[in-house]
């Protein structure tokens, strides 16, 4: 099984709210992305964890806060959110570690857009 | 430091025929490559990687890829190509010398349309 989880599917939000995008994974993995991806474009790396501690912030403004509350789930809090933050947020997961080429697995993505 | 480029936007093959599309790399140390195939409002979908070894690397769907390190390319290829097939493909590298934790650069992607 190389599922990948996230709720919800779409997300409609002012600028004022504080929402949530969640991830799972039941493959063991103990590496997890977001990305963000717009339209025609290549994912952006937002955050990485890896065994449940963030091991890289791609300077990602702070209206967006990362939580990994254990090794399946990763959310991404959002807060006073920007227009141009409107996007398909991706979530990833991977085998731990530094060394070799882990392949990541990718969720189907959170469309959000940003009134 | 790692890039990686995809130097056609659009590649169109008609159904049936053989199609390739085109990725290139430049790493410091030894690279991984990964081919990822995106279809419209969905996540990415892994379809095979390089890591070491044989330089032809058969995946999902029956895409291959051939690794060429003397061009530093990483070319997609399917014999015979389906109107199915028509999506966004992304082409990714990690420098294996980078350390650090697993972040792969992706392409900007390749538009592929199989035309029946």
């Known amino acids: 099984d190389t599922e990948v989880t996230q709720t919800p599917k779409h997300l409609v939000m002012g600028m004022t709210n504080k929402k949530s995008l969640k991830c799972e994974q039941h493959m063991g993995h103990r590496a997890m992305y977001w990305y963000k991806q717009k339209a025609k474009k290549p994912p952006e790396l937002m955050f990485v964890y890896s065994y449940e501690k963030l091991s890289i912030n791609e300077s990602v403004p702070s209206r967006f806060s990362p939580e990994c509350p254990n090794s399946s789930l990763l959310n991404l809090h959002l807060h006073a959110l920007q227009p141009e933050d409107s996007a398909l947020y991706l979530c990833?997961?991977?085998?731990?570690?530094?060394?070799?080429?882990?392949?990541?697995?990718f969720g189907p993505g959170t469309r959000l857009l940003v009134l | 430091a790692q890039s990686v480029a995809q130097p056609e936007d659009q590649v169109n093959v008609a159904e049936g025929n053989p199609l390739t599309v085109k990725c290139t790399y430049s790493v410091s140390g030894n690279p991984y490559l990964f081919w990822y195939v995106q279809y419209p409002n969905r996540g990415l979908q892994f379809l095979l990687k390089y890591i070491t070894g044989d330089n032809l690397v058969k995946g999902s769907y029956g895409f291959e890829a051939e690794f060429n390190k003397s061009q530093t390319s990483f070319h997609l290829k399917k014999p015979s190509a389906l109107v199915s097939d028509s999506a966004l493909y992304f082409c990714a590298v990690r420098d294996g010398d980078s350390g650090g934790y697993q972040k792969v650069t992706f392409g900007i992607g390749t538009k592929l349309q199989v035309i029946p």
């Open positions: 990833a997961s991977s085998q731990g570690g530094t060394s070799g080429g882990k392949t990541q697995y």
